[in-house]
């Protein structure tokens, strides 16, 4: 079992920066890839980024990349997300999910997730 926490979401202008934590319960945090998606209303869950279990390997989604960024801490039980050059487009809420099989993309890879942390951007 993974219990995961968010932190970090709110709101800010345009252009500015957010640093989302995802807080792990649970020994076996290390064994994870570990993923950000995030849910705008009225859309369908999307895919933002992944990190291999050792950090290793990462995946963005195009319309993120070179803007966020995902690390872990294996030490500390927990996964970043650095977002910078915010969009309105961005806005959303925010979730980290645990997929014990790698780093998929597709939200039904991940086995445990987070309660989600608002992200809004004004323009």
């Known amino acids: 079992q993974v219990r995961l926490v968010e932190s970090g979401g709110g709101m800010v202008q345009a252009g500015g920066s957010l640093r989302l934590s995802c807080a792990a319960s649970g020994r076996t945090f290390s064994r994870y890839g570990m993923g950000w998606f995030r849910q705008a209303p009225g859309k369908e869950r999307e895919f933002v980024v992944a990190i291999s279990w050792s950090g290793g390997s990462t995946d963005y989604a195009d319309s993120v990349k070179g803007r966020f960024t995902i690390s872990r801490d294996n030490a500390k039980n927990t996964v970043y997300l650095q977002m910078n050059g915010l969009k309105p487009e961005d806005t959303a809420v925010y979730y980290c999910?645990?997929?014990?099989?790698?780093?998929?993309?597709?939200?039904?890879?991940?086995?445990?997730w987070g309660q989600g942390t608002q992200v809004t951007v004004s323009s």
């Open positions: 999910a645990a997929d014990l099989h790698g780093t998929g993309t597709h939200s039904y890879e991940y086995e445990y």
